[in-house]
């Protein structure tokens, strides 16, 4: 008989009964229980539809795999075990990752120029953050300030490797004050791979004059 390793249920726990495969797999459960004293009264398999609150099979790989339930008389009880059946049900994956890079500009600026990193060194079509993992761009806000209004618009324009993304922020400039936009997008849409370098850029149309620009991107990796 295979090493099985056994756990019983208490309070939330997930509960199994190691990990094997064959298509013994109720007579292995039985033999091991009796071996220990415990008469085993039924085995049941566990509908992956219905599964009972002491399941949680959240961090599972997506696999072959059958849960069954024992029945003993006592605490529930459950044997997790590989099978030649086709695994139906999608198993919940680990949220995606989110990271902000910040971008901005401390002052007055009246002519298109690339935004600051976070640690104050201005970008270029290849200066910025370099990934280190593959990704997407899933947002972006702006937050600035026009101190002399034009005709025309401001666009936040990201970068990646030097070239153009299409997806970033844009903002009237024929008032003056204090501005924002941001705009969301699917992951998988805008992707990069490691080693990729993501900077941004503000494009001024007009005689337009701004101060205190503050951007803000959001890249989803997996």
Do not use: H, W
């Not at 566990?46 to 959240?58: H, M, R």
């Not at 086709?86 to 120029?113: H, W, Y």
């Not at 936040?156 to 501005?179: Q, W």
């Amino acid at each position: 008989m295979k090493k099985i390793i056994m756990y019983f249920v208490i309070a939330m726990l997930v509960l199994t009964v190691g990990v094997f495969a064959d298509s013994d797999t109720k007579e292995e459960v039985k033999n091991f229980m009796k071996e220990k004293g415990i008469e085993v009264k039924n085995i049941t398999e566990v509908d992956f539809g219905d599964l009972p609150e002491e399941i949680n099979i959240e961090k599972m790989d997506n696999t072959n795999i059958v849960i069954y339930e024992v029945d003993y008389g006592a605490k529930p009880l459950f044997v997790i075990t590989s099978s030649d059946k086709e695994f139906q049900k999608d198993v919940p994956t680990a949220c995606d990752a989110r990271a902000l890079l910040s971008f901005g500009f401390n002052g007055k600026i009246g002519n298109s120029s690339f935004l600051n990193t976070a640690s104050g060194i201005g970008g270029s079509l290849e200066k910025g953050y370099v990934m280190m993992r593959k990704g997407s761009i899933t947002s972006i806000s702006t937050n600035l300030e026009i101190v002399k209004n034009d005709e025309g618009y401001i666009d936040i324009i990201i970068y990646k490797n030097g070239e153009l993304v299409r997806f970033g922020n844009t903002i009237d400039a024929s008032s003056e004050g204090i501005k924002k936009d941001y705009d969301v997008q699917s992951k998988d849409i805008v992707i990069f791979e490691p080693g990729d370098t993501i900077s941004v850029q503000v494009k001024i149309q007009g005689k337009v004059m701004l101060k205190d620009i503050i951007t803000i991107v959001e890249i989803t990796t997996d």
